[in-house]
């Protein structure tokens, strides 16, 4: 029998490859507060109209009602359904939400509003202090 040596392959200089950052998950806010453990007390119907109807894309292979769904595929749940899968289990998070409205542009635009608004007035430079001395507060 006749043996054949091979070469050993050589992959060369090896280093560490950077990780990506993890980009950000949104959670609309409307669900930050709703309770995450609530399941087959309301009908479907119900639930849609207290929660609802989201959707959402699985991050990984899930079995949801029944039915067999594919990292990567799109499908609609009520909101606090949508809630556990978004925080997952142990494993990591089961599926993220998909914003098709633009609903966190106006989210986030609204937050900015709202911060604009409550920003700190400094009374000492505000125009509507200037004519009353005594309502301005006073630099010590």
Known sequence: MT???TKPKSHGVLQVQPEEPARPRWLPKALRDVPTIQFNLYSHAEECSKY???????L???R????HIEAGEDFQVPGNTALN?????GNGPDADFIDESGLKAREDRLAKETAELSAPVNFQTAPEFSKFDN???KRR
């Open 3 to 5: 043996t054949t040596q």
């Open 52 to 58: 609802g109807l989201w959707k959402m894309r699985a």
């Open 60 to 62: 990984r292979t899930i």
């Open 64 to 67: 949801l009602c029944g039915i």
């Open 85 to 89: 899968l978004y925080y997952g289990d």
């Open 135 to 137: 309502l301005a507060l």
